[in-house]
């Protein structure tokens, strides 16, 4: 074997290692906590946050790798969770679902309802989210997951409108459906990614039904104005992500252009089939259907109505936080206003891994990673937290005491 050949291996060798990053070791959660009392309540019940987050050895050290396989695979050996599907019609014309599991134990003693917001495109049939539902009703958590209008190709769009960035009223009519069904359950929202934005926004717009009793966002950016800016540069790889969801939310449109594009639909907006099919990014698929839709003056208008960080400062319950430091989709400037949200204002909770890409959280092993990630695990955990921290205030109020 020639040197030159040996040498030609050892670069590229070095190129993967460093793409990889597998000299990195594992760390110990970041936290962000202003409240020493809701903190312990997590620290009673997710020890993990204490411990540090070993990715898979092999690939887990990089974000890119993380969130390629959690958009391509999802998760491994994943369940499929029995549940019913529940149809709303809404006041303007939409057919909205949402999918209803129960909890596959009843020992537990609080009734909970984990309402579930997935992130753009998904819906209760993505990987991810069966694995997190089927893990929280082993735990005795009942579970609502939205479907994003226009996703499921088992429900036809019946308006004008698919689902979009900001718009909570689908997630309000789910929450509102629930509460008819189990009038004293105690409700945790939880949102990921677009998700996270959206459960963040809707607790924060307005008057929330009491029965919600906190909320837990992840891996969401919190201000879509910037955070589109920073998609749109080709460093780090982050236009061909902005691409990829483009290319996901034109798919939805297109599925669904019988109705979406039809002649009325298209002179009643303005729109123009073509330049919705040839929108490269998703600024350009907004400005060519979506803020005409909704009938926003400009791109720029609807992306910081829809930024959940306009809306953190209005929020009246418990709230977790939680992102990564390499997530190729949430640049690191994205996270500042909601680590000082958390520093500020008590019952929030920040955590910041420094791995596991946007969505990832692969855990264990050397190549194939363990069937339940670290997410799975922390969220359950967390819920837990959220759950108990309740729980001492309602006793500190009937007794009169303070919680210690």
């Not at 919600?212 to 982050?238: D, E, P, R």
């Not at 939805?252 to 073509?274: A, F, G, P, T, W």
């Not at 330049?275 to 720029?300: N, S």
């Not at 890409?357 to 069937?371: D, M």
């Amino acid at each position: 074997m020639s040197p030159a050949f040996l040498a030609v291996i050892a670069v590229i060798l070095c190129i993967l290692f460093r793409i990889l990053n597998v000299s990195s070791t594992p760390q110990i959660p970041s936290i962000v906590c202003k409240d020493g009392q809701f903190m312990e309540c997590f620290n009673k019940i997710a020890p993990m946050l204490r411990e540090p987050y070993i990715p898979t050895r092999l690939w887990g050290f990089s974000g890119h790798i993380q969130t390629i396989i959690h958009s391509i695979v999802g998760r491994v050996k994943c369940p499929w969770p029995l549940g019913e599907r529940v149809y709303l019609a809404l006041t303007d014309g939409s057919t909205l679902t949402y999918d209803l599991y129960q909890p596959l134990i009843t020992t537990v003693e609080d009734d909970i309802t984990v309402a579930i917001c997935p992130g753009i495109g998904n819906s209760s049939e993505s990987v991810y989210i069966r694995t997190f539902v089927h893990y929280a009703q082993c735990h005795g958590y009942r579970c609502a997951v939205l479907n994003h209008i226009g996703v499921l190709d088992s429900v036809q769009v019946t308006s004008s409108r698919i689902f979009t960035y900001g718009h909570t009223d689908d997630y309000s009519a789910m929450i509102n459906s629930l509460l008819k069904k189990y009038p004293t359950t105690n409700i945790v929202s939880v949102g990921f990614s677009l998700g996270g934005n959206l459960i963040s926004k809707y607790l924060g717009e307005a008057k929330r039904p009491a029965n919600i009793i906190g909320g837990v966002s992840i891996c969401q950016g919190y201000n879509a104005v910037v955070a589109t800016q920073w998609l749109l540069k080709w460093q780090n790889f982050h236009r061909f992500y902005l691409y990829v969801l483009t290319e996901n939310v034109k798919s939805i449109i297109m599925k669904h252009r019988h109705v979406l594009l039809s002649d009325d639909i298209k002179q009643r907006y303005q729109l123009n089939e073509r330049d919705i099919a040839a929108a490269a990014t998703l600024p350009e698929l907004d400005e060519a259907y979506t803020r005409r839709v909704h009938q926003f003056p400009t791109v720029k208008d609807m992306y910081s109505w829809s930024s959940s960080l306009n809306y953190l400062a209005n929020i009246k319950r418990p709230m977790v936080f939680v992102n990564a430091r390499d997530d190729p989709l949430v640049p690191d400037n994205l996270l500042e206003p909601v680590k000082q949200f958390a520093s500020t204002h008590n019952q929030s909770l920040y955590i910041e891994l420094a791995n596991g890409g946007h969505l990832g959280f692969y855990e264990g092993g050397l190549v194939y990673p363990n069937p339940v990630t670290w997410l799975d695990r922390a969220l359950v955990s967390l819920i837990g937290g959220i759950v108990m921290s309740h729980n001492d205030l309602l006793v500190a109020k009937r007794t009169g005491s303070v919680v210690i």
